[in-house]
């Protein structure tokens, strides 16, 4: 089996980083690639840098829009992917060249499988050290355990469902599903929730291998402030609560509550972050 995957990569005024995103991407072990660059209102070297590579693989397919926001570039990049399967690449981060390769076994191995998701290495590019996350074994559902429940358990002990980065989703459910415009804040944790509710199915496979390297420090100031701001964090709240639905489990509410106690802490330490790049 060789089904194409479609990679997509909103790109946004990263032309230092870009190179290397889309060596990562073009070097895949896995060659059966539909590389969409969405550049969303770019006002420095990005196009450029991206025809470049746009001329050399056939791939790769460029979108040009006017400055709309990730969740907008990535809607563009939805609607047009023809692949099998679709994977989300920050246009500042990289994969290691197994990424594709790693997570699409889980789909062989298991028909069942809704999405795949691997660990991270994480590179904090300001303090010059980095570590590899969610690359210890976590546990499946279990017997008899809500999809929900089971759901809001990942969120709460810890942070890989929370990006639609580092995944493999499966196009049939993917594409009919859109990440929230609306939102400038955690949009991405609300897209992967919305896809496994639809998908009605819990059956996550984790590779517990650091295949996707998140480049932090690149952020700009404008989402690095909106974690600072609980209003958002709010926002969330509310949107998993309705996400959760009327009458939940003792249990999905056991879960609810340590996930919101979770982002209080995360909140916080947004915060104290902000604080130290102040001094």
């Not at 990730?70 to 989300?88: D, E």
């Not at 480049?215 to 969330?236: C, H, K, L, M, P």
């Not at 802490?265 to 972050?273: E, F, T």
Request: net charge positive; aromatic share 12%; glycine share 2%.
């Amino acid at each position: 089996m060789n089904p194409k995957i479609s990679i997509i990569v909103p790109i946004y005024n990263t032309a230092k980083y870009l190179p290397k995103c889309l060596d990562s991407i073009t070097n895949q072990t896995y060659q059966n690639l539909e590389i969409i660059l969405v550049d969303d209102g770019s006002t420095d070297n990005s196009s450029t840098v991206a025809n470049k590579y746009a001329k050399k693989d056939p791939r790769i397919k460029i979108i040009h829009q006017k400055n709309s926001g990730p969740s907008a570039a990535r809607n563009h990049g939805l609607k047009i992917a023809t692949g099998k399967y679709i994977s989300f690449i920050d246009s500042d981060d990289q994969i290691k060249p197994n990424f594709i390769d790693s997570l699409l076994k889980s789909f062989f191995n298991d028909p069942t499988v809704c999405l795949s998701v691997c660990g991270i290495h994480y590179k904090r590019l300001n303090q010059h050290s980095a570590e590899d996350v969610y690359t210890c074994p976590i546990r499946p559902i279990r017997f008899k355990e809500s999809q929900k429940a089971y759901i809001l358990y990942l969120l709460a002990i810890d942070g890989r469902l929370y990006s639609s980065v580092n995944k493999l989703y499966r196009a049939n459910i993917a594409k009919k599903l859109k990440f929230d415009e609306s939102l400038n804040f955690a949009e991405d944790t609300k897209f992967v929730l919305d896809y496994l509710k639809y998908a009605k199915s819990a059956k996550i496979q984790f590779v517990l291998e650091p295949l996707y390297i998140y480049n932090y420090g690149t952020e700009t100031s404008s989402v690095r402030s909106a974690a600072i701001d609980w209003s958002n964090w709010q926002i969330q709240y509310k949107n998993l609560k309705k996400w959760l639905g009327k009458n939940p489990t003792p249990k999905e509410k056991f879960w609810l509550h340590l996930v919101y106690l979770r982002w209080h802490i995360s909140h916080y330490r947004a915060k104290k972050r902000a604080k130290t790049v102040k001094k």
